[in-house]
């Protein structure tokens, strides 16, 4: 009889032992054949959604088939009822903690992707992926306690108080947090939109923060400007609500010049800028207006236009020497300041 009870007591440690062993086994075969399949299918699809997908489920695909296991060996052991409530209570404490980093990773490389659909919704910055990753730990924490049997009620109404307590001592922290949350969500501000701030700085959004939005302005140098008070200044966006804009060009030419051939030879010089300069769109077809006669001149306005704010420089640079020549080989005079002086109203003080 001692025999026969060795051997049961044998057998209680032994089979457990071994479903889990051959969990990880499986497991490590599943992941070598299968995931290797999907990798190579995934590689042929146009989109990268499925790449981020399978690469992070490879992560704790081993820990699941662990838990899977575990969970067979613990049926089958010879675990008291308290012992196997514990034990359940750890797997699931356990799978739900992987599956909410799992979807935690998952929607922060769909966010990262350039073409992700995520972005029309969620626009991509630190403080749009901060709240994603809040969100869901939040989410998988409520279910944890949940599964261990702990009333949630209570701890929303302490979080509650101790929130309403939180938001009158960090007022300054909050009213940032949500000047950049609604930016971001509207759109206003996107990272990587070249803007010009109220006080003249111009450069391209960085990040958007949770306290601040970063602005890289032409001198290669960091602006940080709290949300709060970003929301609240007059803004120019020059990639919004698209990114090409009209380049504007102020010149002058002589009151004997002919108008006609004037406008003739310059929109020729703004069409040749437009196909042959980086930077300028091909299929626009410039035009321009005059609008002053000036002392000396009668001014007018050349219309081209530039694919985003920072083609507009060379655009303009490549349009004045270009028609500058054209305006010397055709005779056309851009005149020099004129100032008359009267001698005879100097002699009579």
Same mark, same amino acid.
């Given at each position: 009889?001692?025999?026969?009870f060795?051997?049961?007591?044998?057998?209680?440690?032994?089979?457990p032992?071994?479903?889990?062993?051959?969990?990880?086994?499986?497991?490590?075969?599943?992941? $070598?054949?299968? !995931?290797?399949q999907f990798?190579?299918?995934?590689k042929?699809?146009?989109?990268?959604?499925?790449?981020?997908?399978?690469?992070?489920?490879n992560?704790? !695909?081993i820990?699941?088939c662990?838990?899977? +296991?575990?969970?067979?060996?613990?049926?089958?052991?010879?675990?008291s009822?308290e012992?196997?409530?514990i034990?359940g209570?750890?797997?699931?404490?356990?799978?739900?903690?992987?599956?909410t980093i799992f979807?935690?990773?998952?929607?922060?490389?769909?966010?990262?992707?350039?073409?992700?659909?995520l972005?029309?919704?969620l626009?991509?910055?630190?403080?749009?992926?901060?709240?994603?990753?809040?969100?869901?730990?939040?989410?998988?924490?409520?279910?944890?306690?949940?599964?261990?049997?702990?009333?949630?009620?209570?701890?929303?109404t302490?979080?509650?108080?101790?929130?309403?307590a939180?938001?009158?001592?960090?007022?300054?922290?909050?009213?940032?947090?949500?000047? +950049?949350?609604?930016?971001?969500?509207?759109k206003?501000?996107?990272?990587?939109?070249?803007?010009?701030?109220?006080? +003249?700085?111009?450069?391209?959004?960085?990040?958007?923060g949770?306290?601040?939005?970063?602005v890289?302005?032409?001198?290669?140098n960091?602006?940080l400007?709290p949300?709060a008070?970003?929301a609240?200044s007059?803004?120019?966006?020059?990639? !919004?609500?698209?990114?090409?804009?009209?380049?504007?060009?102020q010149? +002058?030419v002589?009151?004997?010049?002919?108008?006609?051939?004037?406008?003739?030879?310059?929109?020729?010089?703004?069409?040749?800028?437009?196909?042959?300069?980086k930077?300028?769109v091909?299929t626009?077809?410039?035009f321009?207006?005059?609008?002053t006669?000036?002392? !000396?001149?009668?001014?007018?306005?050349?219309?081209?236009r530039?694919k985003?704010?920072?083609?507009n420089?060379?655009? $303009?640079?490549?349009?004045?020497?270009?028609?500058? $020549?054209?305006?010397?080989?055709?005779?056309?005079?851009?005149?020099?300041?004129?100032r008359?002086i009267?001698?005879?109203?100097?002699?009579?003080?």
């Open positions: 009889m001692k025999n026969i060795a051997w049961q007591d044998l057998l209680n440690v032994f089979i032992v071994v479903i889990i062993l051959a969990a990880f086994i499986i497991g490590l075969i599943l992941r $070598k054949i299968v !995931f290797s990798m190579k299918w995934a042929k699809t146009s989109t990268k959604a499925d790449d981020i997908i399978i690469n992070e489920l992560r704790p !695909f820990l699941w662990l838990l899977a +296991g575990l969970y067979f060996a613990a049926q089958v052991s010879a675990l009822v012992w196997l409530d034990t209570k750890i797997i699931t404490v356990l799978a739900v903690a992987s599956i979807l935690a990773r998952v929607s922060i490389g769909l966010l990262n992707m350039p073409s992700s659909k972005r029309e919704f626009p991509e910055s630190t403080l749009t992926k901060s709240l994603v990753k809040i969100f869901i730990y939040v989410f998988g924490a409520l279910i944890v306690l949940n599964t261990l049997g702990i009333s949630i009620t209570p701890l929303l302490a979080f509650g108080l101790g929130g309403l939180v938001a009158l001592a960090l007022q300054d922290t909050l009213a940032n947090l949500f000047a +950049g949350f609604y930016m971001t969500i509207s206003q501000i996107r990272v990587g939109d070249f803007i010009k701030l109220e006080s +003249g700085e111009e450069g391209y959004v960085v990040d958007v949770w306290r601040a939005t970063r890289k302005i032409l001198p290669n960091v602006v400007i949300n008070k970003l609240q007059v803004i120019t966006n020059y990639y !919004f609500p698209e990114r090409e804009l009209g380049v504007l060009i010149v +002058g002589h009151y004997e010049s002919d108008l006609e051939y004037v406008e003739k030879v310059t929109i020729e010089v703004g069409e040749e800028v437009m196909k042959e300069v930077g300028g091909p626009f077809m410039p321009i207006r005059y609008h006669f000036d002392d !000396f001149s009668i001014n007018l306005t050349v219309i081209l530039a985003e704010f920072m083609d420089y060379l655009v $303009k640079h490549e349009f004045i020497k270009r028609l500058h $020549k054209r305006y010397a080989k055709e005779g056309i005079n851009i005149p020099y300041p004129i008359a009267n001698y005879s109203q100097e002699k009579a003080g």
